[in-house]
């Protein structure tokens, strides 16, 4: 027996996956933004006509979602290097100490 067919829409596109892959790509995408920052949603979808038969489509479709980049700034110093080349010196990064030990407080029991 033939499966109903319905006007097709997001909600019974691709058997109901494009409209739940919607829902969750807004959360994370949501999740992910800080105040005053945009994201994007892009849904593409793609129909193409069967060569063969009269009757028949098919019908891609891909869901994207992008964040804003997150930009960072460092000052750096112009400098000259033992052949006299112009060079940019930046501060050295922190030293990761992992030999610290944490020492339990006055009262704390083990």
Known sequence: MDQEKVLMDFNNLGEG???SEFQENYKSLLSKLCP???GTISISIIIERSEDATTIAAVDYSITSKSPKRKRRTLAQIAGD???EMILKVDAP???NSNI???KLAGESE
């Open 17 to 19: 996956a494009l409209a």
């Open 82 to 84: 033992e052949n006299g």
């Open 36 to 38: 005053g920052e945009k």
């Open 101 to 103: 030990r944490q020492l």
């Open 94 to 96: 922190p030293i990761k």
